[in-house]
């Protein structure tokens, strides 16, 4: 389909010219020859470019360019002007033109210009259905919420999204803490800014700063180019600090300051930056029991604490299992081609019976196993290979018949893993292991933590 052009121009002889122009350039042109009736054409249905003249028979082409962009700003207006009137071209291009020619018209700039505009309107929209579509798929409407524990959480977000609030998120891993944040900032008037999300466990102390503040060439071994840090990479919008807990002390100090002052310096540098940073941070520690210990400052959790958002554990809202098992099923489908012709009740069922340790992470690995290994698409409960599903409620670790010990070992690996609430170092120490082989077995298992 041909871009669309409306063309508004009392002047009959240069509105067959540009007419004409348009034609050739590729457009379907519709014609207005006074300023309302161009507004009026344009409300009906807006076109992908318009070009009117500046002086018009009723309203001038300045008043045209402000309706227009009160109806639809994403929309390029371009305004002719008479030769020498380079003023006049420059306050529209101050009002929000895309760009003004000059008359007598050169009919070949004027084809290149608008071949531009209609590129630009073409990417601008293009950008904003991609906004659209982030908001969506990250606003709390897209968070599967049938449990009453859920609803709670999304009332929260609601209510907390539009505000400067620091939110700390808290709950087991693998709940889905990072899409709660990025749902506080898709429904937030910051939606349009960076949402920039940092593992505060993913570095060592002095890569933390570096990836927090940024540094400047030169500042240490290695540092080849200057770097923009999280706090400025998120500026105008949200940063995400997960596994605030796993921050050093040196680092919380100067977390604490950032947060304070609104301001950073790199690494290495004296400048110092203002940033306008809204703070969500997540963690599964208790960070009061941290501060109680000493490894965690007091004054920093006060302040990356003003509200408190838990979000319950998947076993705490079995309602929301099935539909979630659904969304994991068609999304595996979609991005490996397979298909799923039925899914047994005692699918969902054994779903619905596990308790889930490794909570939404598990169950969207688990399901996309079962869909994947599917021969013949049809997904019933012996698709399912839930570790420790025969555990008794008091956590103790039964065998049951047939589980290899592979199987075993990964159950006995979790089972620990849980009760020490992802703390590699503990689980070394219980199970008799060094902590690199406690890494190297949650790899080969592929477990959650």
């Known amino acids: 389909m041909n871009p669309t052009i409306l063309i508004i121009e009392d002047d009959p002889d240069n509105a067959r010219s540009v007419h004409e122009a348009a034609e050739d350039a590729g457009f379907a042109v519709t014609a207005a020859a006074t300023g309302l009736d ?3 054409r344009f409300r009906e249905r807006a076109p992908d470019l318009v070009l009117s003249d500046l002086v018009l028979p009723d309203i001038d082409g300045i008043e045209v360019l402000q309706r227009l962009r009160a109806i639809d700003a994403d929309v390029p207006v371009m305004i002719m002007t008479a030769y020498g009137s380079v003023e006049s071209g420059v306050r529209a291009m101050r009002e929000g033109a895309y760009d003004y020619v000059t008359k007598p018209l050169d009919l070949d700039d004027i084809q290149s210009k608008l071949r531009r505009a209609c590129e630009a309107s073409r990417l601008r929209r293009k950008v904003g259905e991609l906004s659209q579509s982030v908001r969506e798929r990250f606003s709390s409407a897209a968070i ?32 889905g803490k990072e899409l709660v944040a990025r749902a506080l900032h898709a429904d937030s008037k910051r939606a349009q800014g960076p949402f920039i999300a940092l593992n505060c466990g993913a570095f060592a102390e002095s890569l933390l700063e570096s990836e927090l503040f940024g540094h400047e060439k030169g500042a240490f071994t290695g540092a080849a180019s200057l770097h923009k840090g999280a706090f400025e990479r998120a500026d105008g919008g949200t940063l995400f600090l997960d596994e605030i807990g796993d921050a050093p002390l040196p680092v919380q100090v100067k977390l604490l300051r950032a947060l304070e002052e609104r301001e950073i310096r790199r690494v290495g540098g004296r400048e110092v930056i203002r940033v306008n940073v809204r703070l969500v941070s997540a963690t599964n520690k208790d960070l009061d029991a941290m501060v109680a210990g000493g490894t965690f400052r007091e ?34 489908c979609a991005e490996n081609a397979k298909a799923v012709t ?54 103790e670790l039964s065998v049951p018949d047939g589980m290899t010990l592979e ?4 159950a006995v690996l979790e089972a620990r893993l849980r009760q020490n609430n992802g703390n590699r170092t503990l689980t070394a120490d219980h199970l008799g292991l060094s902590r690199r082989t406690i890494q190297r077995k949650i790899k080969e298992h592929k477990l959650p933590y």
């Open 299 to 332: 004054d920093l959790l006060y302040r990356v604490n003003a509200v408190t958002l838990r979000v319950p554990p998947l076993r705490g809202r079995k309602e929301d299992i099935r539909k979630m098992a659904d969304r994991f099923i068609a999304k595996t």
């Open 38 to 40: 161009g507004v009026a």
């Open 144 to 175: 599967i919420a049938e449990s009453p524990a859920m609803q709670d959480v999304i009332a929260h977000i609601n209510a907390l999204a539009d505000t400067m609030a620091t939110v700390l998120v808290t709950g087991e891993s693998g709940t």
């Open 342 to 395: 039925a899914v047994r009740p005692d699918f969902y069922a054994a779903l619905e019976n596990y308790d889930w340790p490794g909570n939404v992470r598990q169950l969207r690995n688990i399901v996309e196993s079962a869909v994947l290994l599917s021969a013949d698409g049809v997904l019933s409960a012996s698709a399912l290979t839930l570790p420790g599903a025969a555990r008794a409620k008091t956590g």
């Open 407 to 410: 199987q075993i070992e990964r």
